[in-house]
């Protein structure tokens, strides 16, 4: 399966994931390649029953959606080796994941799982799928939906902009990591939180890229 079909894949499975859709102008602004482009290639993955059309909206069928899982598998599992044993920050491993996700073979992988213990996420907090390609997300809304007085603990963050990784690591903003939401600004306006004893803005574009559960 060459690299391009991989990304292809991966990102309507990501699209429908965080987005609930996915579509040519969707997949156009994510890959950074042209419309036209988009056309061609998707009708390559339905032509080869990875993928399906439903009006403008794709799907991956089961041998597109297996074939995803397996990228996102071998991506998650070299982040924590990355972050966990190698010590690199988590936008760095986010950017050499992309790269290894597509030469680790299975074999690999599976032995790289064993050697990390078996986690069961990755470093930004979402699951990493098994081998049989089974994964299960946790249903969390994000932080910009909690009221105000509202007591948090991240489940998992946004891993796509390295930007946005290292300002969230300067913040201590953590999987695991307990947030109280101390204000609300009206009119789309941040928010005021706690974290660590530390109080500090968050802007709501960064508060929807963190998600949430509160705390029992």
């Given at each position: 399966m060459s690299e391009s079909t991989e990304m292809y894949l991966l990102t309507i499975y990501k699209l429908n994931q965080q987005h609930g859709s996915a579509g040519n102008t969707q997949l156009a602004n994510w890959l950074g390649v042209s419309t036209a482009s988009i056309t061609e290639m998707v009708k390559k993955l339905a032509d080869k029953g990875l993928v399906e059309r439903k009006g403008r909206k794709l799907r991956l069928l089961p041998e597109g959606r297996s074939i995803a899982l397996k990228v996102i598998r071998k991506h998650r599992l070299a982040e924590r080796l990355l972050t966990d044993h190698l010590k690199i920050p988590w936008d760095h491993a986010h950017e050499q994941s992309c790269r290894l996700e597509h030469i680790l073979s299975d074999t690999v992988v599976d032995s790289l799982e064993e050697f990390l213990g078996y986690p069961k996420t990755c470093p930004h907090g979402h699951p990493i799928p098994d081998k049989e390609g089974n994964v299960e997300l946790v249903d969390a809304p994000p932080l910009s939906d909690f009221p105000e007085g509202s007591v948090v603990i991240v489940e998992r963050v946004s891993e796509e902009s390295p930007e946005v990784l290292r300002y969230l690591e300067q913040q201590k903003v953590f999987p695991g990591e307990e947030i109280r939401i101390t204000k609300v600004a009206p009119f789309?306006?941040?928010?005021?939180?706690?974290?660590?004893?530390?109080?500090?803005?968050?802007?709501?574009?960064?508060?929807?890229?963190?998600?949430?559960?509160?705390?029992?």
């Open positions: 789309e306006g941040p928010l005021l939180v706690e974290i660590g004893g530390d109080s500090l803005p968050l802007s709501r574009e960064i508060a929807s890229k963190v998600w949430a559960l509160e705390k029992s």
